[in-house]
């Protein structure tokens, strides 16, 4: 049987990158998904999500949203429970960065970083809990929530202090939310990748990133997607009992040199 059989999901940013593996990667398992993102186009070219997931006989759902908009993420969480009647794992992923540090960041980038990464992730995991807390519980457990974070929520991102101020709190949104909730049956889980390829353009592909990310990762090549794929099915799955709060690194090692 599929692993994850009868399982409705939404991935926040699942029109590329990441989100977009994860996506993919869950409906290939049998679980119906709703790609929640601003836009629709991958930011690294291709197919539309839905497209793909569609194409191999799938089951998804595109809702436009912005996960810094609390009516937006309202309208998202009772969107996908009107379309598949329930909500099993909630996938925070979607998030943006500045790459400027602490003098170079204008208030106006501070705020939209932090709206986006930590008050967007906020508003996607108290949505996703209110509507856990009306469903009967499956194999002991009423839902999960996963919140994509990054080895840089534990060591510092060299010149991008707004994203790695809010890396740091997701990894701490992630506990607070695992031991205030474990009593109600929902399990809260980080994932902490290192640097994952993901072909989209711009900075995070320049020469000086990679050579960097290259010296700090033991492991003899950079992440895909489809590792951190990997982590989010085990985490979304029922495979993973009796595991809540912890922040998986899937990061080729970086954080254990
Ligand atoms: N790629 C890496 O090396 C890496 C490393 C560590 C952590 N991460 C984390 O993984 C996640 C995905 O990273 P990625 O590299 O795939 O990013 P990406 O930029 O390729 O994709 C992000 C997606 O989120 C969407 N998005 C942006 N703002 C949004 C908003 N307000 N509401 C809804 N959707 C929005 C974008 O449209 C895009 O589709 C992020 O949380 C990122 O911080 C990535």
Not at 113 to 127: H, P
Not at 137 to 148: A, F, L, T
Not at 237 to 254: C, E, R
Request: overall charge negative; hydrophobic content about 40%; aromatic content about 6%.
């Amino acid at each position: 049987m599929p692993i994850l059989q009868n399982k409705i999901a939404i991935v926040t940013g699942a029109s590329s990158g990441l989100g977009r593996a994860i996506a993919l990667r869950y409906a290939g398992e049998g679980a119906s998904v709703v790609i929640a993102d601003t836009i629709e186009t991958p930011l690294e070219g291709g197919e539309s999500t839905l497209e793909r997931i569609r194409a191999g006989g799938g089951k998804a759902l595109f809702v436009t949203t912005d996960i810094s908009d609390w009516d937006a993420v309202d309208a998202l969480v009772s969107e996908t429970v009107k379309h598949f009647g329930r909500l099993d794992v909630m996938v925070n992923n979607a998030a943006i960065y500045t790459s400027t540090n602490l003098l170079e960041t204008t208030p106006e980038q501070w705020a939209r970083v932090i709206g986006v990464n930590l008050t967007g992730f906020f508003y996607c995991c108290k949505r996703a809990m209110q509507q856990f807390l009306t469903q009967e519980p499956v194999n002991d457990v009423r839902g999960r929530i996963i919140n994509i974070s990054s080895q840089h929520g534990m060591v510092a991102c060299p010149g991008d202090f707004p994203y790695g101020v809010s890396k740091g709190g997701i990894v701490q949104m992630t506990r607070q939310i695992a031991v205030d909730h474990a009593d109600d049956l929902v399990v809260c889980n980080a994932i902490a990748p290192g640097k994952i390829i993901t072909g989209k353009p711009g900075v995070a592909n320049d020469p000086d990133s990679l050579d960097y990310s290259r010296r700090r990762t033991p492991w003899p090549r950079l992440g895909a997607p489809d590792d951190v794929a990997g982590a989010a099915l085990f985490l979304g799955s029922d495979m993973a009992s009796y595991v809540t709060g912890i922040n998986l690194m899937v990061d080729g090692g970086w954080m254990a040199g």
